[in-house]
């Protein structure tokens, strides 16, 4: 095992967090695409039988074979709950709420998992990361109001969202422990595998869709299991493995913002005002989550808690 560096922050988890970000704020608005012609379970399922591909050409590559014995709890877990269970009920919620108020929803999740994280892996919770969390989350709530239908919202898609959110959480805190025995693509692969397995109840909708879904429905349903699964669920996995769990949810909070960029120019709607005062809050409180005392000796609990597994 290694720690961070004594100074600043690991450069290459950073750049993989933004990745990730990118890339799942991106998953929004092809899911709110895909979703129009493909149903909840049918449409996870092809992108985790997309992404299970993907992952397991580049496991072959790269020779790493099966992970530990070790990792197999926390892969399952995270199998079933993150990559399964999240991804129905998310594609089932953005049947009823726009992509921004899924994003908010979806984003009290980070909450759950650094207080679960606090609980069960014993993480610290210093004070800059709440301070962010209660930024990004004011922010979070500001863009998805702002990008409400009319401000109305459904019930039952809100409740979907949340149900999508502590699945996240469950499945984040149960991905940690893993990573300390495999590496990132060996538990992002059995992870997406995992979940493609539970979603297999779903392969007659599947492929009944197929045949009458448009090339565009069925190019977003490919690219969700190329890029927001195969490569974001291994960069975060990656950055996963050298930070704790509730500084990397809380770099997701500026998904919502990036979701609003994203929508504004692929479906060429100019969000009001006040989407925008909630993206840069949501920035804001990353930012300082993400930030480091420059005064901690590197033995101390605070930096203890940031030690990564190789």
Known sequence: MRSEPAHGVDRRSVAAASVTVLLWASAF????????????????????????????VILLIRGEGW?????????????????GVYMVA????????????????????PILIALLGGWLL????PPRLLTGMAVSFAGAVVVGMSMADDGER????????????????????????ALRHASALQVTTFGCLIGMVACLPFAGQLAAELGDATATATANMV???????????TTWAYALARTTAGRMGATTYAVPAVVVVMSWIALREIPPWLTF?????????????RSRRRDVPPDTPERTASVRAD
């Open 67 to 83: 992970p530990p014995r070790a990792a197999w709890p926390g892969i399952v877990a995270s199998g079933v709950l993150w990559f």
């Open 90 to 109: 998310l594609n089932a919620g953005e049947e009823l709420v726009d992509a921004g108020t899924a994003a908010m929803i979806v984003n009290v999740g």
């Open 277 to 289: 005062v909630g993206g840069v809050l949501c920035l804001a409180g990353v930012a300082i989550s």
């Open 223 to 233: 690219y969700l299991g190329i890029f927001p699964t195969a490569v974001a669920f």
């Open 122 to 125: 014993r993480e610290s919770l």
């Open 29 to 56: 608005v092809a899911i709110r695409s895909a979703g129009q012609e493909y149903s909840p379970g049918a449409l996870a399922l092809g992108r985790l039988v997309t992404g299970s591909a993907a992952l397991g």
């Open 154 to 177: 459904r019930l039952v898609g809100v409740l979907l969202c949340l149900l999508a959110a502590a699945t996240y959480a469950a499945g984040v805190i149960s991905q940690k422990p």
